[in-house]
């Protein structure tokens, strides 16, 4: 914390600071048992308890991107998949997976359903 604190160039009371597992922050916000934590940016909980995320605009955070993974032997049969992956992580937005999030984990969607529709949707599989 001490890190953020002197990049945005502030102090928050350390009395109220109490160290939560971050898969719990969203519920502790909800509850009204914290004012402030650290959250992944893509999940849906942040739509559904309707919490402002901050923009870090000073890159105190890492950005973890999602970064497909493939054994050599796999492009030598596939050549074309790097750049089906590029195109793929052009599209793929904080704000656009939340939203797959969604449908898989409010609207109940299967994986697949939402997976195939949003490639269909980009024009990336027919």
Known sequence: MKHW???YDF???RE???NI???MTYEALDAE???VGLAFTTDLRILGYELVLLEDDKMVFPVYNPAPLFKQEIIDVYPEIPEQ???LSEVLDEETIMALNKEV???KKSVDEVAKSFLQEQGLIK
């Open 5 to 7: 604190e002197q990049v």
């Open 11 to 13: 102090t928050y009371p």
């Open 16 to 18: 109220n600071v109490a």
């Open 21 to 23: 597992a971050v898969n």
């Open 33 to 35: 048992q914290a004012e």
């Open 85 to 87: 992956m590029k195109k």
């Open 105 to 107: 984990d409010i609207d």
